[in-house]
């Protein structure tokens, strides 16, 4: 089945302790990204990834980081999670070969962090 | 850069109520515009997009949104809600040189009352 998986689904951390959200796709799709959910503010993207070993910031990059060593991983990386980071993320994939805003994005179930 | 709107944080409807959730946009050019919806626990899965042609779009779950350049909208309408369509909307905009980041709006949740 085609999917974009995540884990963990549900997070409770405390400051500063460093975390990784990994998300998977099977899809063989060029274009990664991550994005926080939160009320009021919709989604707002954190980095894309357009292709192995090439990522950018989106509109929220502070306090994160990401890297893309191979097609089918993403993982997000928060170095000193802080309580402004408590949030619900989302990693999406796409094609990516007709343009990266333009192809339909494949969305993860989400993973609620909490940090304390 | 390109932007959404979407003025409606909040709507209720009846069951079997028409609906039509609001998405205005700002982009020079031709867009690229979606609409998806998130299920309560669950990720976004696109219901309908439009990038060029017929400007009355049809999608998935009896879903239709239509294109109007003249009111940089592209509103999402259903003729009949179902108690399982309560879920959050999103509309979004792409640019059509495809190399930027898809923008979304800050979404509209619907709550169907029987």
């Known amino acids: 089945e085609a999917q974009v998986t995540q884990n963990p689904r549900y997070l409770i951390t405390v400051t500063g302790k460093k975390l990784t959200v990994t998300c998977s796709q099977n899809?063989?799709?060029?274009?990664m990204s991550w994005y926080r959910q939160d009320p009021g503010l919709g989604l707002r993207q954190i980095y894309y990834s357009m292709n192995v070993e090439v990522t950018d910031k989106g509109d929220v990059p502070e306090g994160y980081k990401v890297s893309r060593k191979e097609k089918r991983n993403f993982p997000l990386i928060l170095e000193s999670p802080s309580p402004n980071q408590t949030s619900l993320y989302f990693c999406a994939s796409s094609l990516g070969t007709s343009g990266y805003s333009t192809d339909t994005q494949y969305f993860g179930p989400g993973t609620r962090l909490t940090v304390l | 850069a390109q932007s959404v709107t979407q003025p409606d944080i909040h709507i209720t409807v009846s069951e079997g109520a028409s609906l039509e959730l609001r998405c205005n946009y700002s982009?020079?050019?031709?867009?690229?515009l979606f609409w998806y919806v998130q299920s309560p626990g669950q990720g976004l899965q696109l219901l309908l997009k439009y990038f060029s042609g017929d400007t009355l779009v049809q999608g998935i779950k009896g879903f239709e949104a239509e294109f109007k350049r003249s009111q940089s909208s592209f509103n999402l309408r259903k003729p009949s809600v179902h108690w399982s369509d309560a879920a959050e909307y999103f509309c979004?905009?792409?640019?059509?040189?495809?190399?930027?980041?898809?923008?979304f709006g800050k979404g509209t949740r619907l709550s169907v009352i029987a």
């Open positions: 899809m063989n799709h060029e274009y």
């Open positions: 979004a905009v792409g640019e059509n040189s495809g190399n930027t980041p898809l923008v």
């Open positions: 982009y020079g050019a031709t867009p690229y």
